[in-house]
T-cell receptor, first 114, second 114 residues
Framework: QQQVKQSPQSLIVQKGGISIINCAYE??????FPWYQQFPGKGPALLIA?????SEKKEGRFTISFNKSAKQFSLHIMDSQPGDSATYFC?????????????FGGGTRLMVKP | DTEVTQTPKHLVMGMTNKKSLKCEQH?????MYWYKQKAKKPPELMFV???????INESVPSRFSPECPNSSLLNLHLHALQPEDSALYLC?????????????FGPGTRLTVT
């Protein structure tokens, strides 16, 4: 039962371009929407996160856009750099979840070409 | 300091061996997690400890046995594993409650079962 659908599965962007990764969820009762970045052989690292009472959050070159009515949220990477090449996972945390259980999307492998 | 450490980094074990994975955090987090990640897939939750008590077991086979000796340490005892158990095993930690959902992951242990 997939609660979070992530697209695309892979993405190739030229250096300096904008990378856009999308996630759609199937349940309205989520409290927290993080994005994780994972390099090969490493653990996922929290990149940026948003709560449902906010429509957009920006941290440096990374922006989350959140559309509650459409049950979608997306990650935008501005001025993409080769060092951004990694796998990106969106995730959701259900409302009232004291265990902070993350449900991950399927992941997007991003390659930024120099 | 947002560091979660895991040892060993790599582990090769036979199907009859007994081994343990270790995880440590000093962020004062009271929730700790074990995840399993296969190649090109998102992390899958295995166990959650909250205040040193096992709160979630995602129907994991008994050949995986978690242990939380104190609030900073988390172990995963392995016995009679199968080759399909080969994966990256990730530990994570977070606060409990208070709307603080950020989970911090360790670098993982790459396990190979021969």
């Amino acid at each position: 039962q997939q609660q979070v659908k992530q697209s695309p599965q892979s993405l190739i962007v030229q250096k300096g371009g904008i990378s856009i990764i999308n996630c759609a969820y199937e349940n309205t009762a989520f409290d927290y929407f993080p994005w994780y970045q994972q390099f090969p052989g490493k653990g996922p690292a929290l990149l940026i996160a948003i709560r449902p009472d906010v429509s957009e959050k920006k941290e440096g070159r990374f922006t989350i856009s959140f559309n509650k009515s459409a049950k979608q949220f997306s990650l935008h990477i501005m001025d993409s750099q080769p060092g951004d090449s990694a796998t990106y996972f969106c995730a959701v945390v259900p409302t009232g979840n004291a265990g902070n259980m993350l449900t991950f999307g399927g992941g997007t492998r991003l390659m930024v070409k120099p | 300091d947002t560091e979660v450490t895991q040892t060993p980094k790599h582990l090769v074990m036979g199907m009859t061996n007994k081994k343990s994975l270790k995880c440590e955090q000093h962020m004062g987090h009271r929730a700790m997690y074990w995840y399993k990640q296969k190649a090109k897939k998102p992390p899958e939750l295995m166990f959650v400890y909250s205040y040193e008590k096992l709160s979630i077991n995602e129907s994991v086979p008994s050949r995986f046995s978690p242990e939380c000796p104190n609030s900073s340490l988390l172990n995963l005892h392995l016995h009679a594993l199968q080759p399909e158990d080969s994966a990256l095993y990730l530990c994570a930690s977070s606060q409990v409650g208070g709307g603080l959902y950020e989970q911090y992951f360790g670098p993982g242990t790459r396990l190979t079962v021969t």
